[in-house]
């Protein structure tokens, strides 16, 4: 079984780049990586297609608009993440959004049945290396609740 957890962002945006942040704080955790790509999505483009399309399980991790408060996280599994994606029409750095990757997925019938994304409410989407203090203060939560939902599915026990 394959997992694929893919961090989104720009880290030259402050906030945007918190997907790729997390990514690199969940590599320092203490969890057994087999069968685990972490992957730097960057700003997207369609060679993510595969690994999504390969993968059994997935987890995205990417700043997005939740109408609450900076460092605000939201976990959308399954078809809940499909809506949220879907009603997602903000204008983006991203060189394609998620939702056309998604679009590729399901047209091939390879939209991973055991998907998530882990929202990260931003402050600031203007030049700076590192996320605001409320988007730095939520990535060791979103670590967790990234491992969780990891043993929830039996990825990592």
Same mark, same amino acid.
């Given at each position: 079984?394959?997992?694929?957890?893919?961090?989104?962002?720009?880290?030259?945006?402050?906030?945007?780049?918190?997907?790729?942040h997390?990514?690199?704080a969940?590599?320092?955790?203490?969890?057994?990586?087999?069968?685990?790509?972490?992957?730097?999505?960057?700003?997207?483009?369609?060679t993510?297609?595969?690994?999504?399309?390969?993968?059994? %399980?997935?987890?995205?991790?990417?700043?997005?608009?939740?109408?609450?408060?900076?460092?605000? #996280?939201?976990?959308f599994?399954?078809?809940?993440?499909?809506? %949220?994606?879907?009603?997602?029409?903000?204008?983006?750095?991203?060189?394609?959004?998620?939702?056309? #990757?998604m679009?590729?997925?399901? #047209?091939?019938?390879?939209?991973?049945?055991?998907?998530?994304?882990?929202?990260?409410?931003?402050?600031?989407?203007?030049?700076?290396?590192?996320?605001?203090?409320?988007?730095?203060?939520?990535?060791?939560?979103?670590?967790?609740?990234?491992?969780?939902l #990891?043993?929830?599915?039996?990825?990592v026990?």
């Amino acid at each position: 079984m394959k997992t694929v957890i893919l961090g989104i962002g720009n880290t030259l945006l402050s906030d945007e780049g918190v997907g790729i942040h997390v990514l690199d704080a969940l590599s320092k955790m203490n969890l057994p990586w087999e069968g685990i790509d972490l992957i730097d999505g960057g700003t997207l483009s369609f060679t993510l297609a595969v690994p999504i399309e390969e993968a059994d %399980f997935l987890v995205v991790v990417d700043a997005a608009q939740l109408k609450s408060p900076p460092g605000t #996280l939201r976990l959308f599994k399954g078809e809940d993440m499909d809506s %949220f994606l879907l009603g997602q029409r903000k204008s983006s750095v991203h060189e394609v959004g998620l939702t056309d #990757l998604m679009a590729i997925a399901r #047209l091939t019938e390879s939209w991973p049945e055991k998907r998530a994304l882990l929202a990260i409410q931003p402050e600031k989407l203007d030049w700076g290396d590192t996320p605001t203090p409320p988007v730095q203060s939520a990535i060791p939560e979103a670590c967790r609740q990234i491992a969780a939902l #990891l043993e929830e599915w039996h990825v990592v026990h």
